[in-house]
């Protein structure tokens, strides 16, 4: 690996890095909340679950950044997160708007 | 950047690892020291005696001195006496925050004891590296999903994962570190995944909180409440303090309290000597896998009638404790303690076989590298040695610290930490100085004497040859360290000769 490679590497990485920690964080915690929410379950079992999968989430999200086919891809994930968010905090968006 | 999902993954490992790896194996070294940690507690304080009493008795002597010093506190918490750790104490006001005494559990006597970092240090520098706690547990968290991270990379890179299972080829330097690091990390690796994810499940709720900010909308005490049937809010006495009323006879609330719940490991009583008296016996924690810390039985400190009994859980909540369990070890008496031990250490070797195997690969490419590169090479291998062999400098540095530091030194606990850090610091300064194996070497040998002088050490400054049982077996322990040590030490002389030898004979054999 040359010198010149290295640098012009250091975007994309910089990049994928930012996409797993920060994006993954993101994605995981719009999902944790998602299924919070769908759990069929009393609510503090639904939290409990919901929580302790949490950690399997952000690792594979992370896994992902570094898989994906370009740098940009690395960062669908947080998109993704938009419409899990909805649903994990619907009930809270309804008090808003009423 | 990378082309097959391989090549991607192994960068990922490899920088990871990297990054993360010396906070790993620092984590990981004083979590396996952690397992022992009431036990390196009762050692650092040679003033406490072995002695076997009954937990009666404890109570009894810990009940005099509190009514004779104590009348007026607004709660008493009395450390039973263990297996574990042979020392009664007594603490006024909150369990955490309160002063606490050691008495002589035969005698009732208050005992002068040092004041230590104690085990209780490498239990904290696990958890929150002896940082403030919360942005402390934020980096060991971070640390960990670096750890889950490089075990899912490192499988998914390691192709032949059942064949090299089996594969060692020892004196083979390069090969040889990566045999070492595949076979630790094959062998263990439930033991590798359980003990980070669980790690990961006891401040799950701190570091993702978002199905509590969905549901419960972040407000962690409705949860708390809903998720274990809460004991019986303690009565609120008409006047302030309550009247006076003699406290109930706690033998039979322990005889109780035992039968029900097993081992005891500490009785708290809040407003003794009043009419609204409560009296909490406390479990030892291990009693089963579950983690049930706080889960405890209540008794009325007047009339003796139970007030609450150990909550059942839901299977939800059940299943969230075992995973602490798991994690602290509080269960399985020595045997686990032993196991845990054993597999932290090794777990810790795997990391730092890892860390090592970085440099050597990249040894003879970066002698063309550029100055900064072969700086920052240089920089690396020397956190290499600080970190793996320097730590080890100074947690065995910490004990002798215990010994050597003046008894009567003001805020001693806290020295010993402080010269941990700077023994630590300062094998880090030694390491960029020195060559690359004369580091080495020199620092494994110096824990290698430290740990093999220890016993030496405690008979000078005790006075007493080994009269103590816990300390003796914990001196045995810290002696076969230093002699594995000593081993690690003798084998840095000895590669490149039998590599070559080895070679020769290779050779030869061919030409036969």
Same mark, same amino acid.
């Given at each position: 690996?040359?010198?010149?490679?290295?640098?012009?590497?250091?975007?994309?990485?910089? +990049?994928?890095?930012?996409?797993?920690?920060?994006?993954?964080?993101?994605?995981?915690?719009?999902?944790?909340?998602?299924?919070?929410?769908?759990?069929?379950?009393?609510?503090?079992?639904?939290?409990?679950?919901? +929580?302790?999968? +949490?950690?399997?989430?952000?690792?594979?999200?992370?896994?992902?950044?570094?898989?994906?086919?370009?740098?940009?891809?690395?960062?669908?994930?947080?998109?993704?997160?938009?419409?899990?968010?909805?649903?994990?905090?619907?009930?809270?968006?309804?008090?808003?708007?009423? | 950047?990378?082309?097959?999902?391989?090549?991607?993954?192994?960068?990922?490992?490899?920088?990871?690892?990297?990054?993360?790896?010396?906070?790993?194996?620092?984590?990981?070294?004083?979590?396996?020291?952690?397992?022992?940690?009431?036990?390196?507690?009762?050692?650092?304080?040679?003033?406490?005696?072995?002695?076997?009493?009954?937990?009666?008795?404890?109570?009894?002597?810990?009940?005099?001195?509190?009514? @004779?010093?104590?009348?007026?506190?607004?709660?008493?918490?009395?450390?039973?006496?263990?297996?574990?750790?042979?020392?009664?104490?007594?603490?006024?006001?909150?369990?955490?925050?309160?002063?606490?005494?050691?008495?002589?559990?035969?005698?009732?006597?208050?005992?002068?004891?040092?004041?230590? $970092?104690?085990?209780?240090?490498?239990?904290?520098?696990?958890?929150?590296?002896?940082?403030? @706690?919360?942005?402390?547990?934020?980096?060991?968290?971070?640390? $960990?999903?670096?750890?889950?991270?490089?075990?899912?990379?490192?499988?998914?890179?390691?192709?032949?994962?059942?064949?090299?299972?089996?594969?060692?080829?020892?004196?083979? $330097?390069?090969?040889?570190?990566?045999?070492?690091?595949?076979?630790?990390?094959?062998?263990?690796?439930?033991?590798?995944?359980?003990?980070? =994810?669980?790690?990961?499940?006891?401040?799950?709720?701190? =570091?993702?909180?978002?199905?509590?900010?969905?549901?419960?909308?972040?407000?962690?005490?409705?949860?708390?409440?809903?998720?274990?049937?809460?004991?019986?809010?303690?009565?609120?006495?008409?006047?302030?303090?309550?009247?006076?009323?003699?406290?109930?006879?706690?033998?039979?609330?322990?005889?109780?309290?035992?039968?029900?719940?097993?081992?005891?490991?500490?009785?708290?009583?809040?407003?003794?000597?009043?009419?609204?008296?409560?009296?909490?016996?406390?479990?030892?924690?291990?009693?089963?896998?579950?983690?049930?810390?706080?889960?405890?039985?209540?008794?009325?400190?007047?009339?003796?009638?139970?007030?609450?009994?150990?909550?059942?859980?839901?299977?939800?909540?059940?299943?969230?404790?075992?995973?602490?369990?798991?994690?602290?070890?509080?269960?399985?008496? =020595?045997?686990?303690?032993?196991?845990?031990?054993?597999?932290?250490?090794?777990?810790?070797?795997?990391?730092?076989?890892?860390?090592?195997?970085?440099?050597?690969?990249?040894? @003879?490419?970066?002698?063309?590298?550029?100055?900064?590169?072969?700086?920052? =090479?240089?920089?690396?291998?020397?956190?290499?040695?600080?970190?793996?062999?320097?730590?080890?400098?100074?947690?065995?540095?910490?004990?002798?610290?215990?010994?050597?530091?003046?008894?009567?030194?003001?805020?001693?606990?806290?020295?010993?930490?402080?010269?941990?850090?700077?023994?630590?610091?300062?094998?880090?300064?030694?390491?960029?100085?020195?060559?690359?194996?004369?580091?080495?070497?020199?620092?494994?040998?110096?824990?290698?004497?430290?740990?093999?002088?220890?016993?030496?050490?405690?008979?000078?400054?005790?006075?007493?040859?080994?009269?103590?049982?816990?300390?003796?077996?914990?001196?045995?322990?810290?002696?076969?360290?230093?002699?594995?040590?000593?081993?690690?030490?003798?084998?840095?002389?000895?590669?490149?000769?039998?590599?070559?030898?080895?070679?020769? @004979?290779?050779?030869?054999?061919?030409?036969?």
């Amino acid at each position: 690996m040359s010198k010149a490679g290295e640098t012009t590497q250091a975007w994309p990485i910089c +990049s994928r890095v930012l996409a797993g920690l920060l994006g993954g964080y993101v994605f995981t915690y719009a999902l944790t909340a998602a299924l919070a929410q769908l759990l069929p379950l009393d609510r503090v079992d639904a939290l409990l679950i919901a +929580s302790l999968l +949490s950690f399997i989430v952000y690792t594979l999200v992370i896994l992902w950044a570094f898989a994906a086919r370009s740098a940009w891809c690395a960062w669908v994930v947080v998109p993704a997160a938009a419409p899990l968010a909805l649903i994990g905090f619907w009930p809270h968006l309804l008090e808003r708007l009423a | 950047m990378k082309q097959t999902l391989t090549q991607s993954m192994a960068w990922l490992h490899t920088w990871g690892g990297l990054l993360f790896g010396w906070l790993l194996f620092a984590i990981f070294l004083t979590g396996s020291l952690a397992v022992f940690d009431q036990e390196i507690d009762h050692w650092m304080q040679p003033e406490i005696k072995q002695a076997s009493v009954s937990n009666a008795q404890a109570v009894e002597h810990a009940v005099a001195y509190l009514q @004779r010093q104590h009348a007026n506190a607004s709660a008493w918490n009395i450390s039973l006496p263990s297996e574990r750790m042979p020392a009664l104490r007594v603490t006024v006001g909150d369990r955490r925050s309160g002063i606490s005494t050691y008495l002589d559990p035969l005698t009732g006597e208050p005992l002068v004891v040092r004041d230590t $970092a104690g085990g209780t240090f490498f239990f904290r520098f696990h958890y929150s590296l002896s940082m403030p @706690r919360n942005p402390g547990i934020w980096i060991v968290g971070l640390a $960990a999903m670096a750890m889950l991270v490089a075990l899912i990379s490192g499988i998914i890179i390691h192709k032949k994962f059942f064949k090299e299972f089996f594969t060692f080829r020892p004196n083979k $330097a390069q090969r040889s570190w990566l045999d070492a690091h595949n076979a630790s990390a094959v062998l263990l690796l439930p033991f590798h995944l359980m003990i980070t =994810y669980t790690g990961l499940s006891i401040f799950a709720l701190i =570091y993702m909180p978002a199905a509590l900010d969905s549901l419960y909308k972040g407000d962690f005490e409705t949860f708390y409440r809903e998720h274990i049937e809460v004991m019986e809010e303690p009565r609120q006495a008409q006047t302030h303090p309550a009247p006076l009323t003699p406290l109930t006879p706690l033998a039979p609330l322990l005889a109780q309290a035992e039968a029900r719940m097993g081992p005891l490991s500490g009785v708290v009583i809040e407003h003794p000597g009043r009419s609204d008296a409560h009296i909490e016996m406390r479990r030892v924690l291990g009693n089963r896998i579950a983690l049930t810390k706080g889960h405890n039985m209540v008794f009325d400190g007047v009339t003796g009638e139970l007030l609450a009994g150990p909550p059942e859980l839901r299977p939800s909540v059940l299943a969230q404790r075992v995973m602490f369990g798991l994690h602290f070890a509080q269960f399985g008496g =020595y045997p686990m303690r032993w196991l845990y031990f054993v597999c932290g250490v090794l777990s810790s070797a795997m990391i730092a076989t890892g860390l090592v195997l970085f440099t050597v690969k990249r040894r @003879r490419k970066y002698a063309s590298e550029s100055r900064l590169g072969q700086q920052l =090479y240089r920089l690396v291998e020397s956190l290499n040695v600080a970190v793996i062999s320097g730590l080890a400098v100074a947690c065995i540095g910490l004990l002798w610290l215990n010994r050597l530091l003046p008894v009567e030194l003001a805020q001693r606990a806290g020295w010993e930490v402080r010269g941990f850090f700077a023994i630590w610091l300062l094998s880090l300064l030694h390491a960029w100085l020195r060559p690359r194996l004369q580091a080495w070497r020199e620092q494994l040998s110096l824990a290698a004497v430290l740990c093999l002088g220890l016993p030496l050490l405690s008979v000078i400054s005790d006075g007493q040859a080994w009269g103590d049982s816990m300390r003796l077996w914990l001196e045995v322990t810290v002696v076969a360290l230093g002699l594995l040590l000593a081993w690690s030490v003798w084998r840095l002389h000895q590669p490149q000769v039998q590599h070559s030898e080895r070679r020769v @004979r290779h050779a030869q054999a061919q030409v036969n």
